[in-house]
């Protein structure tokens, strides 16, 4: 997907229909127009056996709101691309996901900031391009995520930019492994803490009243194993010091993922799983 589709802002939405501040919702949704430009007439079959999304009906942090979703490619396909889409955030493409090497099946979640009442809508693409898609609806406060000032300084927000931990962890829980483990094809699981602002550029400073420039997790590139893995591109919808956890192979024994954001700034971290 070409990266100027991820920017699809208010003229767009406000042509079929927006979420009011207030948390009602107008008469119509963004998706059909977003689906249109995103996908064309392409045909997306809806089937919850091959995506699924669990996200809150009503979150209670506008600013940080969990979404998982899961992928299990049909028999015989493998997956290519993944993309979560917030209807109605100002950068509805707010997450994707593209395999160097397509994978039967997949599952992750982000930690992500919701504008407003929205649809949510994954979109999975298998590698002979036929698409297939899960959609859910989040309500929230109403408050307007994007445009809230941060939760750190600025200046103290950019001591700590670009670090970030790395964990790889079993699904140890019977529930959550029924969940994840039977969509993903794996009892394992990595999380990625990052320590970034993500500036939407809709802020603004508390002290000196001038907006703050956009800045967030422009892409993360993923190795297992000494091998590339997947590529994360983000948005300003990702929130404020994102988690992001991805379904890995059990043989998982070294993982390591470089961050670049949208000034250009570039970070690694690197773990080595002797204990597993």
Same mark, same amino acid.
């Given at each position: 997907?070409? !990266? #100027?589709?991820?920017?699809?802002?208010?003229?767009?939405?406000?042509?079929?229909?927006?979420?009011?501040?207030?948390?009602?919702?107008?008469?119509?949704?963004?998706?059909?127009?977003? !689906? #249109?430009?995103?996908?064309?007439?392409?045909?997306?079959?809806?089937?919850?056996?091959?995506?699924?999304?669990?996200?809150?009906?009503?979150?209670?942090?506008?600013? !940080?709101?969990?979404?998982?979703?899961?992928?299990?490619?049909?028999?015989?396909?493998?997956?290519?691309?993944?993309?979560?889409?917030?209807?109605?955030?100002?950068?509805?493409?707010?997450?994707?996901?593209?395999?160097?090497?397509?994978?039967?099946?997949? #599952?992750?979640?982000?930690?992500?900031?919701?504008?407003?009442?929205?649809?949510? %809508? $994954?979109?999975? *693409?298998?590698?002979?391009?036929?698409?297939? +898609?899960?959609?859910?609806?989040?309500?929230?406060?109403?408050?307007?995520?994007?445009? $809230?000032?941060?939760?750190?300084?600025?200046?103290?927000?950019?001591?700590?930019?670009?670090?970030?931990? +790395?964990?790889?962890?079993?699904?140890?829980?019977?529930?959550?492994?029924? %969940?994840?483990?039977?969509?993903?094809?794996?009892?394992?699981?990595?999380?990625?803490?990052?320590? %970034?602002?993500? %500036?939407?550029?809709?802020?603004?400073?508390?002290?000196?009243?001038?907006?703050?420039?956009? !800045?967030?997790?422009?892409?993360?590139?993923? *190795?297992?194993?000494?091998?590339?893995?997947?590529?994360?591109?983000?948005?300003?919808?990702? #929130?404020?010091?994102?988690?992001?956890?991805?379904?890995?192979?059990?043989?998982?024994?070294? $993982?390591?993922?470089?961050?670049?954001?949208?000034?250009?700034?570039?970070?690694?971290?690197?773990?080595?799983?002797?204990?597993?």
């Amino acid at each position: 997907m070409p !990266r #100027s589709m991820m920017f699809i802002f208010a003229g767009l939405l406000g042509a079929s229909g927006f979420f009011l501040p207030n948390g009602g919702q107008a008469a119509e949704s963004s998706w059909p127009d977003l !689906r #249109s430009e995103l996908y064309g007439q392409q045909y997306i079959g809806a089937s919850q056996k091959v995506v699924s999304i669990d996200a809150p009906y009503r979150t209670e942090n506008d600013a !940080r709101t969990k979404i998982s979703v899961d992928v299990r490619a049909p028999e015989g396909q493998q997956l290519k691309r993944v993309s979560l889409i917030l209807d109605e955030n100002p950068m509805p493409v707010s997450a994707q996901f593209e395999f160097v090497e397509p994978v039967p099946a997949f #599952s992750f979640a982000s930690t992500m900031r919701i504008n407003g009442p929205t649809g949510v %809508h $994954a979109v999975a *693409e298998m590698e002979n391009g036929q698409l297939f +898609m899960a959609e859910g609806f989040v309500k929230t406060s109403g408050l307007g995520a994007c445009s $809230a000032p941060p939760g750190t300084d600025p200046e103290e927000a950019l001591a700590t930019l670009g670090q970030m931990e +790395m964990t790889l962890r079993r699904l140890v829980d019977v529930k959550t492994l029924q %969940h994840s483990a039977e969509a993903s094809g794996s009892d394992t699981e990595i999380d990625v803490d990052i320590s %970034h602002p993500s %500036h939407s550029g809709m802020q603004m400073d508390q002290i000196s009243l001038l907006y703050i420039p956009a !800045r967030y997790v422009d892409t993360l590139d993923i *190795e297992l194993n000494g091998a590339p893995y997947a590529k994360v591109t983000g948005s300003i919808s990702l #929130s404020e010091n994102p988690t992001i956890s991805f379904a890995v192979p059990g043989t998982t024994r070294r $993982a390591k993922a470089r961050l670049q954001d949208t000034d250009g700034t570039v970070s690694e971290v690197e773990r080595q799983f002797a204990d597993y």
